[in-house]
């Protein structure tokens, strides 16, 4: 069974192209099992790390008035998971955050991995836009949130466009900071040392968020920014969506491609058609 899934893997349209996944680690699993399963060589190194906040203070008087707000939004996986973490510590399981008597409270999730974080927690979605952008959220809720109560969960650093614009539409919207992204410091070393590597240096780096993009120039440090900014030497980028995108261009960076749908599998398609269409052996290196 490993023979055939590695003969499989040598036929597969990234086989020999070696892909650095920056994910945060707990979650970089998916999209290197993905990528691994078409053929390619995965390197993990995290650009992101998770942290809880500071302090709880403001979620938690946030879900002790859960029942008082007409929409939940929900713009990652990663708030979904320090929400019901958060309820179930405060609770000491006593209680399913789910079960809790929220009868006109709305959810929203910004897409399907976190519609289905939640909907694995017992709790229904009512909203999950047709793009995975924040701007969608804002285009599906606007009509529907005039004088309402909406409680964003979010993290600590995050573009402004959802409270903004809900607020412009009448919307009293309160923004609550479940986590935080930082830069891993321990990446540092590893990082520089694969960009160094003739015999290791990725072919293609995938960015999955504006953090990602972002931590991975803090990470190569001010001596590597420069080569950064030159296409990475031959080093393709890859975008799972146009917020990022639009990150990496600010940054000086190209965007060599982009996924149609905004999510891992719409990422991991992208990239099968890329080197499908260009394969390794034709220049991409």
Known sequence: MSK???EMKVRGPLSGVRVLVGRARH???????????????????????????????????ALKELAEYDWLILTSVNGVEALFSRWDRLHKGEKSLSNVSTEGL????????????????????????????AESVVSSLSAEVAGKRVLLVRAKI??????????????????????????????????????????????????????TVKNFLALLGPNERGLSKARLDGILTSSIGPVTSATLKESGLKVDIEAKEFTIPGLVAALRLAFESRPLAGGIA
């Open 4 to 6: 055939g899934k590695a």
């Open 27 to 61: 979650q970089a699993g998916a999209l290197a099992t993905e990528l691994r399963d078409i053929g390619a060589d995965v390197i993990e190194i995290p650009f992101i790390e998770i942290r809880t906040p500071r302090s709880y203070k403001a979620l938690d008087s």
């Open 106 to 133: 709305r959810v929203a999730a910004i897409g399907p991995a976190t519609k289905k974080a939640i909907e694995q927690r017992g709790m229904q979605v009512d909203v999950v836009p047709k793009e995975y952008v």
């Open 158 to 211: 995050a573009r402004d466009v959802i409270p903004t614009e809900l607020r412009k539409a009448g919307a009293r919207v309160d923004v609550i900071e479940a986590y935080e992204t930082v830069v891993p410091a321990a990446s540092r070393a590893r990082l520089q040392a694969l960009m160094k590597n003739p015999k290791r240096r990725p072919h293609v780096v995938t960015f999955t968020s504006s953090s």
